[in-house]
């Protein structure tokens, strides 16, 4: 046990950077430099923090605020679509609905159309409940102007995430019936499964094949997928977590190929995000720490 408390808050630390970045390796990075900060100090003027987790908290977000800005250039120079860093999470992540949904695949792509000080704003507001001076601090504006820009971002928001909830029974249901599909090639059972205005997104990032724009519509998503069972050598499709929600895993000759997240509504899919870019699949041993 220890009584440090940059290791009592690092989960939430790492949770915070990494839903600014949509990267588990900038993330780290960025609690890295944290900590650098936080030793820097000195143990008598740690001693004096008075409130250590507002603190760190909003070193890291200043730190992570500096990267998006440097990240914002990559990524316009991404080849093909940007998704974010995969997380292997527990199933009991999907517990905590408002953490699960918070660093869920559909929220992280909605949260990459804004800003950077729009971002953190709304992360540390909406997801860790921030109060406002605090806000005002990490990011250098007024408590006024922090209102009015968590405002802007929580209606930007409203206006793309995905509204329904779906149970984990529910979910896991979904996820049978489209592994089966998948495995065995089945077009018709594909096309019941998914949802008719399906999108499937792929991230490649230039490094393997993968459509370079979404594929729109059930029809061409499950010709797609229908021929994964055919790919010359063994194919295996399982079940997995992913950020906090249902996702399938895709090997071939007993290597990792791709991971999907799957959004699932009214008992069918609406949309996989599927990452193939090696460099965003190498995290994926163990379960990442979260918490708000």
Do not use: C
């Not at 090639?185 to 949802?195: H, I």
């Amino acid at each position: 046990m220890t009584d440090d408390p940059f290791v009592a808050h690092r989960s939430l630390l790492f949770t915070v950077a990494y839903e600014m970045l949509g990267s588990a390796a900038d993330a780290e990075d960025v609690v890295q430099e944290t900590w650098l900060r936080w030793a820097g100090l000195g143990a008598a003027a740690r001693a004096d923090v008075r409130d250590p987790r507002a603190y760190l908290v909003r070193i890291v977000t200043r730190q992570a605020l500096n990267r998006l800005r440097t990240l914002a250039r990559r990524r316009e120079e991404y080849v093909g679509e940007w998704l974010p860093e995969p997380l292997l999470t527990s199933p009991d992540v999907a517990e905590d609905v408002e953490l699960a949904e918070s660093v869920s695949f559909a929220m992280l792509t909605v949260l990459e159309t804004l800003g950077p000080t729009e971002r953190a704003v709304f992360v540390l507001r909406e997801v860790f409940d921030t109060p406002y001076d605090e806000i005002a601090e990490a990011v250098g504006k007024t408590p006024a102007a922090v209102r009015q820009i968590a405002h802007r971002a929580r209606e930007h928001v409203a206006a793309r995430r995905p509204r329904a909830q779906v149970s984990r029974a529910e979910q896991e249901a979904v996820v049978q019936r489209f592994l089966a599909a998948v495995r065995g090639g089945d077009l018709q059972e594909l096309l019941d499964v998914l949802a008719p205005d399906v999108v499937v997104v792929a991230d490649g990032g230039g490094v393997v094949a993968a459509a370079r724009h979404p594929i729109e519509g059930a029809d061409r998503a499950a010709r797609l997928l229908g021929g994964l069972a055919r790919l010359p050598g063994a194919f295996e499709a399982m079940p997995m977590w992913l950020n906090g929600g249902p996702a399938v895993r895709l090997d071939l000759d007993g290597e990792l190929n791709t991971v999907a997240s799957l959004v699932i509504e009214d008992g069918r899919i609406t949309r996989i995000y599927a990452i193939r870019n090696p460099d965003k699949l190498a995290r994926l041993g163990e379960e990442a720490s979260l918490s708000r």
